[in-house]
């Protein structure tokens, strides 16, 4: 059993506070699905999703002797997600918020469902964990993975991975149909 | 579902279709084909998913990570600072008093100079204010300057 596990918030930031790293390792991996629930559901491009996110995290760390132990960590870092958000319309000047996603982003807390973010599934993320990590041989892994993180082109990755266009593009083939008939096994793809 | 667009779809999903009339020659078939709509609709879903995972695992949280980049941030910080102090000192001490001489050689027009045996000099020059005057100038620096003048 993990030794963090019993303890709060608060404990664990006193603890990071002494030095134990860890402590805040644990702590923020248990927030990580749930900042990035909300980053996700209010910016669409996945390096501003990246930016958001690490830039989050920064500041948490950065701030983390502002934080009054008062066992309000997870609207301390809600709020300040919030205003990364609004502040990364501001910058990017593309689409300014709207009423309806600043109510939604006003309304984060509470995890209700009429709110306009979508819930991740955790159970769906670790299925596909589970086949990228557990299923596909190193080089299929490696191949799908610069193909969706890095987003290269399957004649790219053939040029970096010196192989042949059509091993690139069938061993992609190959794991997106393993993914897909493992969701659809566990429901997750509708007919 | 047609086994002649199953690889098709997904290549077109994944965006290495270029050409625009097998493009379109895909579409149309889905719209056709009720089989292949459904794989093209849950393949999609499963492109998402993948990529939302992906992304995922990439944001984790890391301590060690997080740390070192405010380290460096700090760092940068710095080297930006100490920059603008060394630009600022070098301005202020060289530059400024660079163009300053510049200035002082366009507007001073001597007309007479004599030196004395103490190193000190008379002079007459137009002080840009349509009469003349003699001022005595002992001072290393106008030395410098008026010797330049009369250099060129």
Same mark, same amino acid.
């Given at each position: 059993m993990n030794k963090y596990e019993n303890l709060n918030d608060d404990d664990l930031i006193k603890l990071y506070k002494k030095g134990d790293k860890m402590a805040m390792q644990f702590l923020m991996e248990k927030y990580h699905q749930y900042l990035f629930k909300i980053g996700y559901s209010f910016l669409n491009n996945k390096?501003?999703?990246?930016?958001?996110?690490?830039?989050?995290?920064?500041?948490? =760390?950065?701030? =983390?002797?502002?934080?009054? !132990?008062?066992?309000?960590?997870?609207?301390?870092?809600?709020? !300040?997600?919030?205003?990364?958000?609004?502040?990364?319309?501001?910058?990017?000047? =593309?689409?300014?918020?709207?009423?309806t996603q600043l109510f939604a982003l006003n309304n984060v807390e509470d995890n209700s469902p009429d709110t306009m973010i979508q819930l991740l599934n955790e159970e769906r993320i670790a299925i596909i964990n589970s086949i990228i990590n557990e299923e596909l041989k190193e080089e299929k892994k490696k191949i799908i993975? !610069?193909?969706?993180?890095?987003?290269?082109?399957?004649?790219?990755?053939?040029?970096?991975?010196? !192989?042949?266009?059509?091993?690139?593009?069938?061993?992609?083939?190959?794991?997106?149909?393993k993914i897909k008939d493992k969701l659809k096994e566990k429901g997750y793809l509708s007919n | 579902m047609c086994k002649e667009f199953e690889e098709k779809i997904i290549n077109y999903l994944i965006g290495e279709i270029e050409n625009e009339n097998e493009k379109k020659n895909i579409l149309k078939h889905i719209n056709e084909c009720e089989s292949c709509n459904v794989y093209f609709n849950q393949m999609l879903k499963t492109i998402n998913y993948t990529k939302e995972t992906i992304l995922y695992n990439k944001t984790k949280f890391d301590i060690f990570k997080i740390e070192k980049k405010i380290r460096m941030r700090k760092i940068f910080k710095r080297f930006l600072l100490g920059s603008s102090i060394a630009a600022a000192i070098m301005f202020i001490f060289i530059i400024v008093p660079y163009f300053k001489n510049i200035s002082k050689k366009e507007v001073i027009e001597i007309n007479k100079f004599n030196q004395f045996s103490d190193a000190s000099f008379a002079i007459e020059y137009n002080n840009n204010e349509n009469y003349f005057?003699?001022?005595?100038?002992?001072?290393?620096?106008?030395?410098?300057?008026?010797?330049?003048?009369f250099n060129e």
């Open positions: 390096e501003d999703i990246e930016d958001l996110i690490q830039d989050t995290y920064i500041k948490i =760390i950065k701030n =983390i002797k502002q934080y009054k !132990m008062n066992n309000y960590f997870k609207y301390w870092i809600t709020r !300040m997600l919030k205003n990364n958000i609004i502040n990364f319309y501001k910058k990017k000047k =593309i689409n300014v918020l709207d009423e993975e !610069m193909k969706f993180n890095e987003n290269l082109k399957a004649k790219e990755i053939a040029e970096k991975l010196k !192989m042949p266009l059509n091993t690139v593009l069938t061993s992609i083939h190959y794991s997106l149909i | 005057e003699n001022k005595f100038a002992n001072l290393e620096e106008k030395y410098l300057l008026i010797k330049e003048e």
